[in-house]
């Protein structure tokens, strides 16, 4: 008699693999792929044992930010608003709208580094990206192009099949995965951190938390594990196979990544002299994505925490905060990205220490929050999981700590 | 008059003007009256709270507290029924703006003294609010407030308090507003303000919620209170509703429901979404040939269930059967014009379009659109008649969809 009744469980669970994979794979950005491919050139395998550790802690705290939007219906900035009060928020949001802002920054540096893959000047590109990417959201078409790019970005999937036709030898990228090896030089330690850095950034926290929750009672905590995992393990395998492409490569032909058409490189192996334009599509794709994602996902968290009108469907009358700082953002972050004289490594490292520093704060409220019975009820964390979760977030903690000090100690 | 964020923090004096302690939250009571009056005060000394009842205090204002006793009964705080705490359960909180028709965010409460005791007057949602919060003092006039005899309190806010909070206020708003408050919270609170509310508002509400947000609602509500709801709801709005849970679900609600409306909803359960059978209402207006027009109009009055439209009469050879022959019908307009004595198969029309349970929605949607009409009747293959589609289920497709809608939800 039900004919219509529920949909099949396999596309229900397909349907939950829904905000955590999205938000994993945001990592899979234009500094992650730079960090990921300098990593692979730089040091070959030897650092993908920290690879399988961040996955790990990654899976984890996706997986309280998921729960706590399943079991509260409520986003980040709500919850943090509500449990710790004015100031604790004020500097929350502070610190998230400079990380956020950075990343930006960075984002549009990507969008350049592609058009000059394909021989166009990224002062023309960058300002017109930046437009079009104003326009899209503000206009509404957003969603529509969002697929384009998302398709775009499918072009990544080159470097599991460059690195295969590479030939690594997989047995010392097996060995490399399960022994840990540590290096007491500096750039080392700086690409270990980045790594960090860029693999668990806090606004894939803030994502899938306002995702899960919009999804509501749909989603059981149960559920939102699947997908918290599932989208850190895939994102990660990913970026796996970039450190094994360049490894097996740029490593072993002793060449240094200084610019993105040498980090294109990598894909020589299966797209010959296309490998720059493969590289730049997907540059391109994944940029633009993350350019207007970011933007909307910061002045929503930030909106939110005050309590201002927000949502993209407002006029600039209705909600002045929250477009206004949309459009400010993408403003500084293009023209920063272009502005002769500005050291953009330097900026995008800036960048990666703030969001560093930016990190264990996240955490930390993450943690107290998804510990806490008042907020969380019967599903707060259990002891042997918070152990787990406060080794992750320590060690975060030191690594950038750690980063933060050799940075400042770089300067002299 | 002065502000909640004014008081928290500041000394409390015995009658001697000797310090013994500072203000660590305010009590309330939240009942009918418009405006919720202090019971007490939360105080601390050093690491100990205790609790200080209302009588007990002389004044109360931007320099604390000041006693009428010197003897303190060092009891530990307990909350009574309806009692809340303003910085832990109301500070930083949303609450509904009812004349605004929107969710506000509490940056502030203001407090003024009354013959009855000091009393929550007014809420301070302005950036004003946000500053004095932080420390800025010398800020001028302070924003409009909202009076807080204008909006309403979230009893979930208050977990563990038996709190009873009517919505009764928002039965004024048109349903379709209220659907935009229940959208704009979090899914606990979307329930808690559908079930406050009275059933038949509730259910009127429901069905202009969006169909992703409607599943979550039912999964956070008490499942006899989603019965009674969707009991309510047009039986093809309700179908849509159930589609959308999984089978236990589904299962559990329509045993719940009443047989008559359960039956319905099931019927329509075994048509596809998008067709007219997944469209149509079994709820029309149905009336016998040799019925007189002003008996037919009786008959509707007697009518056991709300007909979704009136303004076309079904002339049917039966009124007994399920699925009776559909003779012809008689629009309102017709039968005003022919006049009360004259017999309904004298006044109906037997030629009408029809759609069968197959036609797509699409197919529904271009005929009432082209012809005029105001509802489709959708027969059977031998010409029974087994509900009909109203404009408003194919409105959407009518009109081009503007571009607010298409947006992700999560930002709109």
């Known amino acids: ?412 | 008059m002065f502000f909640l964020s004014q008081v928290l923090g500041r000394p409390i004096r015995d009658m001697h003007g000797e310090r013994i302690a500072t203000v660590r939250d305010l009590i309330v009571r939240i009942d009918d009256k418009p405006y919720p009056t202090v019971t007490g005060l939360v105080a601390r000394q050093g690491r100990r709270q205790f609790f200080i009842k209302a009588s007990q205090i002389s004044s109360l204002d931007e320099s604390g507290a000041e006693l009428s006793t010197t003897r303190l009964n060092l009891e530990r705080f307990s909350r009574r029924e309806n009692e809340v705490l303003l910085s832990k359960h109301v500070l930083d909180r949303q609450l509904i703006d009812v004349d605004g028709r929107r969710v506000i965010r509490v940056n502030d409460l203001q407090l003024a003294p009354s013959p009855s005791g000091y009393r929550v007057i007014a809420v301070d949602v302005s950036p004003h609010g946000l500053l004095r919060r932080l420390g800025v003092r010398r800020l001028g006039t302070p924003g409009p407030l909202l009076d807080w005899a204008d909006v309403e309190y979230f009893a979930s806010d208050a977990p563990a308090v038996r709190l009873k909070v009517s919505h009764e206020r928002l039965s004024r708003l048109h349903p379709t507003d209220i659907a935009r408050l229940v959208e704009s919270v979090s899914y606990q609170k979307g329930a808690e303000i559908l079930e406050s509310l009275d059933v038949e508002t509730a259910a009127d509400a429901m069905e202009e919620v969006s169909d992703e947000r409607q599943a979550s609602l039912v999964g956070g509500m008490d499942e006899e209170r989603a019965a009674d709801i969707i009991e309510r709801m047009a039986p093809d709005d309700a179908a849509d509703l159930l589609a959308d849970l999984d089978e236990e679900k589904q299962r559990d609600l329509l045993r719940l429901m009443e047989a008559e409306a359960s039956l319905d909803v099931e019927e329509l359960l075994a048509y596809p979404e998008d067709s007219a059978g997944g469209l149509m209402t079994p709820n029309y207006v149905p009336a016998l040939p040799n019925m007189t027009v002003e008996q037919a109009i009786e008959h509707a009055r007697a009518l056991p269930y709300e007909p979704e439209l009136v303004y076309y009469f079904y002339v049917v050879d039966s009124l007994e059967e399920e699925q009776p022959v559909l003779l012809g019908i008689a629009s309102l307009r017709d039968m005003i014009f022919a006049g009360l004595s004259r017999r309904m198969d004298e006044v109906m029309t037997r030629e009408f379009y029809h759609a069968s349970s197959e036609t797509s929605s699409d197919e529904v949607a271009r005929v009432i659109g082209e012809y005029n009409l105001l509802a489709l009747p959708v027969l059977s293959e031998d010409g029974r008649l087994l509900g009909i589609v109203t404009v408003d289920d194919v409105m959407e497709r009518l009109l081009p969809v503007p571009w607010r809608q298409r947006l992700p939800r999560l930002f709109r």
């Open chain 1, 1 to 412: 008699m039900l004919r219509r009744g529920p949909r099949p469980r396999l596309l229900r669970y397909l349907a939950y693999l829904g905000p955590g994979l999205v938000a994993a794979n945001a990592g899979n950005d234009a500094g992650g792929i730079a960090t990921y491919s300098s990593i692979g050139a730089s040091y070959g395998y030897s650092l993908l044992w920290a690879l399988v550790l961040i996955t790990i802690s990654l899976a984890l705290v996706q997986e309280m930010a998921a729960r706590m939007g399943a079991v509260t219906g409520k986003g980040f900035s709500e919850l943090v608003r509500e449990q710790f009060g004015v100031r604790v928020t004020a500097f929350l949001m502070l610190t998230l709208l400079v990380a956020n802002g950075g990343l930006i920054v960075s984002e549009f540096v990507g969008i350049g580094a592609a058009a000059e893959l394909f021989g166009v000047s990224h002062y023309i590109v960058v300002p017109m990206m930046a437009l079009l990417v104003w326009w899209l959201v503000t206009r509404g078409s957003y969603e529509r192009v969002e697929k384009v790019f998302l398709a775009l970005t499918l072009v990544f999937f080159a470097y599991p099949v460059a690195a295969i036709l590479a030939h690594p030898d997989w047995l010392t990228v097996g060995k490399q995965l399960v022994s840990p090896s540590v290096r007491l030089s500096a750039n080392y330690l700086t690409l270990f951190i980045a790594m960090v850095g860029t693999t668990i950034t806090p606004y894939m926290q803030l994502y899938i938390q306002s995702a899960t929750a919009e999804k509501g009672a749909d989603t059981s905590p149960k559920e939102a594990k699947v997908d918290a995992y599932s989208g850190a393990i895939f994102s990660d395998v990913i970026a796996g196979f970039i450190i094994v492409a360049t490894g097996a490569t740029l490593f072993v032909a002793h060449e240094r990544i200084e610019t993105a058409a040498d980090a294109a490189r990598a894909l020589q192996p299966l797209a010959g002299r296309y490998a720059g334009i493969i590289f730049g599509i997907g540059l391109f794709g994944a940029s633009m994505l993350a350019a207007a994602v970011l933007p909307l996902a910061t002045s929503y968290t930030v909106t939110e925490a005050f309590g201002f009108e927000k949502g993209v469907s407002r006029t600039f009358r209705e909600a002045p905060v929250f477009l206004g700082l949309f459009t400010f953002l993408i403003f500084l972050g293009a023209v920063l990205a272009i502005l002769p004289g500005i050291n953009v490594i330097r900026l995008l490292v800036f960048t990666q220490v703030l969001n560093g520093l930016v990190l264990p704060i996240v955490l930390v409220s993450i943690l107290r929050l998804a510990s806490d019975p008042a907020v969380m009820g019967s599903h707060r964390n259990g002891p042997i999981y918070n152990a787990v979760a406060w080794v992750t977030v320590v060690g975060v903690a030191v690594l950038s700590s750690a980063y933060l000090v050799m940075t400042v100690l770089s300067w002299w």
